[in-house]
Protein backbone atom coordinates (compact mmCIF):
# COMPACT_ATOMS: atom_id res chain seq x y z
CA UNK A 1 0.00 0.00 0.00
CA UNK A 2 1.25 3.19 -0.97
CA UNK A 3 1.75 5.89 1.48
CA UNK A 4 3.43 8.67 -0.90
CA UNK A 5 1.53 8.56 -4.71
CA UNK A 6 2.80 10.17 -7.88
CA UNK A 7 0.52 9.64 -10.12
CA UNK A 8 1.92 11.57 -13.12
CA UNK A 9 4.14 9.36 -14.42
CA UNK A 10 6.19 12.07 -16.99
CA UNK A 11 5.38 15.68 -17.40
CA UNK A 12 6.43 17.68 -20.98
CA UNK A 13 6.90 21.21 -20.45
CA UNK A 14 8.25 24.00 -22.37
CA UNK A 15 11.69 25.93 -21.55
CA UNK A 16 10.85 29.57 -19.71
CA UNK A 17 7.04 28.07 -18.50
CA UNK A 18 6.08 26.22 -15.25
CA UNK A 19 6.51 23.13 -13.93
CA UNK A 20 4.37 21.69 -11.39
CA UNK A 21 5.14 18.24 -10.03
CA UNK A 22 2.66 16.99 -7.64
CA UNK A 23 2.60 14.21 -4.71
CA UNK A 24 0.37 12.53 -2.62
CA UNK A 25 0.44 10.99 0.71
CA UNK A 26 -2.15 8.98 2.81
CA UNK A 27 -0.64 8.84 6.48
CA UNK A 28 -1.25 11.93 8.54
CA UNK A 29 1.60 11.20 10.93
CA UNK A 30 3.93 12.41 8.21
CA UNK A 31 4.92 15.94 9.43
CA UNK A 32 8.14 16.53 7.06
CA UNK A 33 8.58 16.66 3.42
CA UNK A 34 11.27 16.39 0.68
CA UNK A 35 11.87 16.48 -2.71
CA UNK A 36 14.70 15.04 -4.84
CA UNK A 37 15.81 15.16 -8.26
CA UNK A 38 17.71 12.28 -9.58
CA UNK A 39 19.59 12.01 -13.27
CA UNK A 40 20.55 8.69 -14.89
CA UNK A 41 23.14 6.93 -13.35
CA UNK A 42 23.39 9.19 -10.28
CA UNK A 43 21.96 8.92 -6.78
CA UNK A 44 18.87 11.36 -5.78
CA UNK A 45 19.77 15.30 -5.32
CA UNK A 46 18.39 16.95 -2.24
CA UNK A 47 16.37 19.75 -3.56
CA UNK A 48 13.96 21.25 -1.04
CA UNK A 49 11.72 20.42 1.97
CA UNK A 50 9.39 21.83 3.65
CA UNK A 51 7.82 21.19 7.91
CA UNK A 52 3.79 20.51 8.11
CA UNK A 53 4.08 23.67 10.18
CA UNK A 54 4.53 25.92 6.90
CA UNK A 55 2.19 25.90 3.95
CA UNK A 56 5.16 27.57 1.24
CA UNK A 57 8.70 27.32 1.19
CA UNK A 58 11.24 28.71 -1.44
CA UNK A 59 14.18 28.35 -2.77
CA UNK A 60 15.27 30.48 -6.07
CA UNK A 61 13.25 28.66 -8.73
CA UNK A 62 11.83 25.79 -6.77
CA UNK A 63 8.40 26.32 -4.62
CA UNK A 64 6.95 23.63 -2.87
CA UNK A 65 3.70 23.93 -1.39
CA UNK A 66 1.51 21.76 1.32
CA UNK A 67 -1.93 21.65 1.55
CA UNK A 68 -1.93 19.42 5.05
CA UNK A 69 -6.06 19.09 4.70
CA UNK A 70 -5.69 17.52 1.33
CA UNK A 71 -2.57 15.83 1.98
CA UNK A 72 -1.20 16.83 -1.04
CA UNK A 73 2.55 19.00 -1.74
CA UNK A 74 3.32 20.37 -4.75
CA UNK A 75 7.00 21.17 -6.60
CA UNK A 76 6.83 24.58 -8.81
CA UNK A 77 9.85 24.96 -11.02
CA UNK A 78 9.83 29.05 -12.60
CA UNK A 79 10.99 29.01 -15.11
CA UNK A 80 12.03 25.60 -16.07
CA UNK A 81 15.42 24.81 -17.96
CA UNK A 82 15.99 21.84 -19.96
CA UNK A 83 18.54 20.79 -17.07
CA UNK A 84 15.96 20.65 -14.73
CA UNK A 85 15.09 17.33 -17.33
CA UNK A 86 15.27 14.81 -14.65
CA UNK A 87 13.21 12.05 -12.08
CA UNK A 88 11.39 13.65 -9.62
CA UNK A 89 10.53 12.12 -6.20
CA UNK A 90 8.44 13.21 -3.28
CA UNK A 91 9.30 11.72 -0.04
CA UNK A 92 8.04 11.76 3.34
CA UNK A 93 9.99 10.81 6.61
CA UNK A 94 8.58 7.69 7.89
CA UNK A 95 7.08 6.75 11.19
CA UNK A 96 7.31 3.66 13.54
CA UNK A 97 9.67 1.10 12.27
CA UNK A 98 10.76 3.47 9.60
CA UNK A 99 11.01 6.57 11.89
CA UNK A 100 13.35 9.15 10.22
CA UNK A 101 13.46 7.08 6.65
CA UNK A 102 12.34 8.35 3.88
CA UNK A 103 9.26 7.22 1.84
CA UNK A 104 9.37 7.63 -1.56
CA UNK A 105 6.50 8.23 -4.49
CA UNK A 106 7.76 6.42 -7.92
CA UNK A 107 8.54 9.34 -9.61
CA UNK A 108 7.38 12.16 -11.89
CA UNK A 109 10.05 12.05 -15.21
CA UNK A 110 10.53 15.63 -15.93
CA UNK A 111 11.13 16.88 -19.55
CA UNK A 112 11.49 20.52 -20.62
CA UNK A 113 11.99 21.10 -24.18
CA UNK A 114 13.56 23.77 -25.61
CA UNK B 1 28.36 15.97 -5.57
CA UNK B 2 26.89 14.80 -1.99
CA UNK B 3 30.53 13.13 -0.89
CA UNK B 4 29.02 9.70 -0.20
CA UNK B 5 30.76 7.32 -2.38
CA UNK B 6 29.52 3.45 -3.56
CA UNK B 7 31.46 0.65 -4.68
CA UNK B 8 31.13 -1.26 -7.06
CA UNK B 9 29.47 0.11 -9.62
CA UNK B 10 27.89 -2.53 -11.15
CA UNK B 11 27.98 -6.06 -10.33
CA UNK B 12 26.49 -9.41 -11.79
CA UNK B 13 25.75 -12.11 -9.43
CA UNK B 14 24.02 -15.22 -9.65
CA UNK B 15 20.72 -17.03 -7.56
CA UNK B 16 21.68 -17.97 -4.51
CA UNK B 17 25.37 -16.71 -4.11
CA UNK B 18 26.13 -13.47 -1.68
CA UNK B 19 27.21 -9.89 -2.05
CA UNK B 20 28.65 -7.74 -0.56
CA UNK B 21 28.17 -3.37 -1.07
CA UNK B 22 30.18 -1.18 0.21
CA UNK B 23 29.40 2.72 1.21
CA UNK B 24 31.53 5.69 2.46
CA UNK B 25 29.66 8.44 4.15
CA UNK B 26 29.62 12.20 3.55
CA UNK B 27 32.28 13.45 6.44
CA UNK B 28 30.94 14.67 9.48
CA UNK B 29 28.44 12.38 9.15
CA UNK B 30 27.19 9.62 11.61
CA UNK B 31 24.48 7.90 10.45
CA UNK B 32 23.97 5.61 6.98
CA UNK B 33 20.60 4.41 5.06
CA UNK B 34 20.73 1.77 2.59
CA UNK B 35 17.68 1.76 0.16
CA UNK B 36 16.44 -0.62 -2.69
CA UNK B 37 15.78 0.92 -6.06
CA UNK B 38 13.70 -1.18 -8.21
CA UNK B 39 13.10 -0.20 -11.88
CA UNK B 40 10.24 2.25 -12.25
CA UNK B 41 9.79 2.47 -8.71
CA UNK B 42 10.55 5.17 -5.93
CA UNK B 43 13.84 3.82 -3.66
CA UNK B 44 12.45 1.73 -0.46
CA UNK B 45 13.88 1.75 2.62
CA UNK B 46 16.02 -1.19 3.94
CA UNK B 47 17.61 -0.44 6.93
CA UNK B 48 19.73 2.36 8.97
CA UNK B 49 22.52 2.31 11.07
CA UNK B 50 23.30 5.08 13.78
CA UNK B 51 26.92 4.63 15.67
CA UNK B 52 27.22 1.51 14.46
CA UNK B 53 23.88 -0.03 15.70
CA UNK B 54 20.96 -0.56 13.68
CA UNK B 55 18.22 1.88 13.86
CA UNK B 56 15.43 1.13 11.91
CA UNK B 57 14.50 -1.43 9.42
CA UNK B 58 12.14 -1.41 6.88
CA UNK B 59 10.16 -5.08 4.68
CA UNK B 60 13.06 -6.91 3.79
CA UNK B 61 14.26 -10.17 5.35
CA UNK B 62 16.56 -11.12 7.47
CA UNK B 63 19.16 -12.49 4.76
CA UNK B 64 19.59 -8.37 4.29
CA UNK B 65 22.07 -7.44 7.07
CA UNK B 66 24.49 -4.54 7.19
CA UNK B 67 27.17 -3.16 9.09
CA UNK B 68 28.32 0.34 10.15
CA UNK B 69 32.22 1.08 11.00
CA UNK B 70 33.76 3.69 13.50
CA UNK B 71 34.28 5.65 10.59
CA UNK B 72 31.35 5.56 9.55
CA UNK B 73 31.56 3.46 6.46
CA UNK B 74 28.90 0.89 5.42
CA UNK B 75 28.01 -2.40 4.19
CA UNK B 76 25.29 -3.86 2.91
CA UNK B 77 25.14 -7.57 2.82
CA UNK B 78 22.54 -9.91 0.42
CA UNK B 79 22.49 -13.36 1.28
CA UNK B 80 20.85 -16.69 -1.17
CA UNK B 81 20.53 -13.64 -3.71
CA UNK B 82 17.29 -14.21 -5.49
CA UNK B 83 15.99 -13.04 -9.01
CA UNK B 84 13.88 -9.92 -7.43
CA UNK B 85 16.73 -8.27 -5.97
CA UNK B 86 17.81 -7.10 -9.28
CA UNK B 87 17.84 -3.62 -8.28
CA UNK B 88 19.82 -0.39 -7.52
CA UNK B 89 20.94 -0.14 -3.68
CA UNK B 90 21.80 3.36 -2.61
CA UNK B 91 22.85 4.49 0.38
CA UNK B 92 22.53 8.18 1.84
CA UNK B 93 23.88 9.28 4.95
CA UNK B 94 23.46 11.98 7.35
CA UNK B 95 24.20 13.48 10.87
CA UNK B 96 21.35 12.91 13.29
CA UNK B 97 21.23 15.30 15.52
CA UNK B 98 18.52 16.19 18.15
CA UNK B 99 15.69 18.26 17.87
CA UNK B 100 16.03 18.15 13.83
CA UNK B 101 15.28 16.45 10.76
CA UNK B 102 18.11 15.59 8.67
CA UNK B 103 18.48 15.80 5.31
CA UNK B 104 19.91 12.01 3.50
CA UNK B 105 22.68 12.67 1.23
CA UNK B 106 22.75 9.73 -1.64
CA UNK B 107 25.73 8.42 -3.18
CA UNK B 108 25.19 7.23 -6.92
CA UNK B 109 24.38 4.32 -6.18
CA UNK B 110 25.54 0.22 -7.21
CA UNK B 111 23.72 -1.55 -9.70
CA UNK B 112 22.85 -5.21 -9.41
CA UNK B 113 21.71 -8.03 -11.80
CA UNK B 114 21.07 -11.56 -10.74
CA UNK B 115 21.11 -14.01 -13.18
Known amino acids: DQQVKQNSPSLSVQEGRISILNCDYTNSMFDYFLWYKKYPAEGPTFLIS?????DKNEDGRFTVFLNKSAKHLSLHIVPSQPGDSAVYFCAAIGTGGSQGNLIFGKGTKLSVKP | ETGVTQSPTHLIKTRGQQVTLRCSSQSGHNTVSWYQQALGQGPQFIFQYYREEENGRGNFPPRFSGLQFPNYSSELNVNALELDDSALYLCASSRKSLGSTDTQYFGPGTRLTVL
Open chain 1, 50 to 54: ISSIK
